[in-house]
């Protein structure tokens, strides 16, 4: 059985320089999630709320630590990542519960 998964939202980041050498305007740092945010993913599924683009980046992740695996260098349970949009990453710590 896999364990439970908590996402928490570390840092929202916005890379303003890029936005104005590469985007058409100048975005915001993303308003999908809050700072300090916390998801649970059971049965590794998409936890309610959570971006969906974000799930695809972080998946792999989660999967590892739900089935009982840790990432070298990295406390055991614990992983952090982030969203793959170069403008405006997401940052997140995954915990095994």
């Known amino acids: 059985m896999n364990a439970n998964i908590?996402?928490?939202v570390l840092k929202r980041l916005r890379h303003r320089d890029l936005l104005e050498e590469c985007a058409d305007s100048v975005w915001e740092a993303c308003d999908r999630v809050k700072?300090?945010?916390?998801?649970?993913?059971e049965d590794m599924k998409v936890p309610e709320g959570f971006c969906s683009w974000a799930w695809a980046d972080i998946h792999k992740y989660a999967?590892?630590?739900?089935?009982?695996?840790d990432f070298n260098g990295v406390k055991p349970g614990v992983f952090v990542t982030c969203c793959t949009d170069g403008f405006r990453p997401v940052i997140?710590?995954?915990e095994r519960t």
């Open 35 to 41: 700072e300090g945010q916390e998801f649970i993913v």
């Open 92 to 94: 997140f710590k995954l």
């Open 6 to 8: 908590k996402i928490t």
């Open 63 to 69: 999967v590892t630590l739900s089935r009982g695996g």
